[in-house]
């Protein structure tokens, strides 16, 4: 039995087709209020709970030999915070997995995660991993961790790709934050899916750290350009100088309890994501999909 947690997330409900494709018996972790509509629940176990209530997960360890740890935000939201989500749920996933015996705990961080990180969110993401890695709880007892960093996620429901989109016919320009030159390397959903069950389903994944990418380094310019063509949009770009997007994320933020943009992705927007372009076919005997090649299956 393997539980998700963040099931009926973009990546969650992704996974879950696979793991249910791959032969796995699926058991979601859901909140009261979560959209089940997303979900195969005819074909999956649910059980109610919130990474941030320990006593919640207790049932849902029940019998569980691997649980997949996919809870995240990339906006804080009242309680929401980085911290609350991150680290503490995190730290109770991992009190919880070890209570319960489960066998393997894969966690789905992000690539850039690292200690003293320029955002906010990857510094609580580097406190996530070591949580996952038995440091820092004392509670906690060895289990096999596995922890994925992909770069940006992209496919059908991503919040990537809807963010390029709005972008698109707003007005007269496109606008591209600074120089637009930041590289990324998107990866596929459903190969980021693949890596994850390859690593349930194998020993040699106890222990490591992936960071995963697709096979190309784009400039974030360069993505918008192939999305507005795929789109059929011939929109002039203007570059935003970044002292105006800071003063706009700051704005939202303090006006808006939905920012477009914040502070902390404006940070990590200014940074090269990539890695190493045939992690993917060295490590998992995938062959990486294309982004131009991938929207065309949802857009």
Known sequence: MVLVLGATGFVGRHLVKRLLDDGYDVRCL????????VLPTHRVELATGDITELRSLAAA???????????????EQGRSTF???HVNGTRNVVRAAAAAGVQRLLYVSALGTRPHAVSRYHQTKWQAEMLIRGRGDPTGRPYGWTILRPSIIFGEGDGFTRSVLSLL???PFIPIPASGRARLQPIFIDDLTACISWCLGHDEAVGQTYEVGGPERL????VVDMVAQRMAVRQRKLHVPLPLMFLVA????????????????L???LEDNICEPTVLKDSFGIEPTRFEDGIKTFL
């Open 30 to 37: 859901v909140r009261p209020k979560s959209d089940l509509s």
């Open 61 to 75: 360890m029940e019998g569980v030999e691997a649980a997949v740890h996919l809870v995240a935000i990339i906006v």
């Open 83 to 85: 911290e609350a989500i």
């Open 169 to 171: 016919g707003k007005g």
């Open 219 to 222: 400039s974030f310019e360069r």
């Open 250 to 265: 700051y704005a939202q933020e303090i006006l808006s309890r939905r920012p477009e943009v914040t502070v902390d992705q």
């Open 267 to 269: 940070k990590m927007m």
